[in-house]
């Protein structure tokens, strides 16, 4: 893993998602989707996941899902269970209600909060599955009220045909009714367009791999998005009290997930630096996914040195990470200074599986700089807020004049007039 000094580094600010052939490819499977609906959606499963199917076989049925029950362990059903009622109680906590606020003159001015009527979960699957996935994105849109929630995922995961049978258990576990066998682009599209198969939704939620955060992108505007939840990444902030086998062991749990993923070490410390990249490489061998890891520590991995922790806190915020360990004496003192960071994780206890898997708070977060401005998926989300105005009589009398006030100054003098017309007519 290379060392460097954080200034050597390229911070980026700009944000930039894939090179311009992967772009135009995801853009070319949105055009192509979008135009020809199933005909496209199953050309593109068959050239990138090959899989042939028809319009028929598009959507998972109930003898599968009784079927992958019979595929997977008891552990993994008490786990994801007890997962999920960790999920449900950490987002019910975010949840809002409408409001309204009566005024002595009579005004009346709130904000009604309503679920989306039809929402799109994307739940990866091409290199890995990720039936954790499908809780994060499903259950904050159960907790909003959603009523239609259909969930996508690839047809093949790491070149075996067929839906991971652990998505389809943690799916059903969750109450998802609608899934369809589709990944990619491909799939984006048609939840953004609507196929003959699959009938249009309102927002698209969900991570996956470069392909289906740049489709997200594209398709924004058509139907609503999250975040753009693009390849993992992890950045630990660290002091020489840090464990480096703990530290590097956390840089490769994000490692693993993909070849653009991202793991960052940034300390002060010269000798938890060199002791991390060794660290790194040693563990790194004996790991299943290590082609994946590999490529994704030597492209985008670093170790980067810094002044002091301060200075330290100022990459972080430059950098924006998806996830952020703080392994220093007192993380807690740190946690002030951190502006920019999807999801924190304080203290040597605290891995970020910790996070992906179990404690409850969304692992559906933004990437690549964009925690700048975005959040995890949460369950405002799955929610649309109404403004409510009711002005009466004398309120309207009472603040009439300065609304025309401000209409004519902006030359709208139709705007004046819906005023000037009530003031006359009842004065
Ligand atoms: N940020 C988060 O919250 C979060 C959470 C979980 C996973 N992730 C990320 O999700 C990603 C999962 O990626 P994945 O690939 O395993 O699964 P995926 O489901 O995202 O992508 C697989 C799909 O990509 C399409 N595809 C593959 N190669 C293609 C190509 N050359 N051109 C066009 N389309 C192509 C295929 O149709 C396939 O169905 C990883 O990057 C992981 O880091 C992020
Ligand atoms: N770390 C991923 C988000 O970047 C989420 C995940 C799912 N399963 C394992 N990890
Ligand atoms: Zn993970």
Redesign the pocket.
Known sequence: MRIMRAEQFGLKREVEYGTPEQNEAALRIVADVKAEGDAALLRYTEQHDRVKLDAASLRVTQQEIEAAYGQVDAAFLTAIREAAVNVRVFHEKQMRTSWMDLQQDGTLLGQIMRPLKRVGVYVPGGKAAYPSSVLMNVIPAQVAGVPEIVMVTPPATGGKEGIDPYILVAAAEAGVKEMYRVGGAQAIAALAYGTASIAPVDKICGPGNIYVALAKRAVFGAVDIDSIAGP?EIVVLADDSADPAYAAADLL??AE?DEMASAILITPSKQLAEAVAAEVERQLSTLPRQDIARKSIDSYGAVLLVDSLDEGIDVVNQLAPEHLEILTVDPMRLLGFIQNAGAIFLGPYSS??VG?YFAGPN?IIPTNGTARFSSPVNVDDFLKKSSLIYYSKEALFANGEKIMTLARHEGLEGHARAIEIRLEKES
């Open positions: 993992s749990s994000q997930h970020e599986p992906d692992h």
